[in-house]
């Protein structure tokens, strides 16, 4: 078998980072939280381990795909 390419995008939700936190209120981000179905804000290891997974070979059958990695935000 040749060289196996596949092409995927993320899309994630609001991730607790420092620049997602610059000139948000506490009130913002607490509302924020409230808009998926997990209560809280992604961290950065949400985000890695599907980018993890998808340049696994275990994705190696998924191409062409915009994965929501956003807790279910509405």
């Given at each position: 078998?040749g060289?196996?390419?596949?092409?995927?995008?993320?899309?994630?939700?609001?991730?607790?980072?420092?620049?997602?936190?610059?000139?948000?209120s506490?009130?913002?981000?607490?509302?924020?939280?409230?808009?998926?179905?997990f209560?809280?804000?992604?961290?950065?290891?949400?985000?890695?381990?599907?980018?993890?997974?998808?340049?696994?070979?275990?994705?190696?059958?998924?191409?062409?795909?915009?994965?929501?990695?956003?807790?279910?935000?509405?």
């Open positions: 078998m060289i196996l390419l596949t092409i995927n995008a993320i899309a994630p939700g609001p991730v607790n980072t420092e620049l997602f936190n610059v000139g948000k506490e009130q913002q981000i607490e509302g924020m939280k409230k808009m998926n179905a209560g809280r804000l992604g961290e950065m290891d949400d985000i890695a381990n599907v980018v993890s997974f998808l340049a696994s070979e275990q994705a190696q059958w998924v191409t062409g795909q915009t994965i929501r990695v956003n807790g279910g935000f509405i």
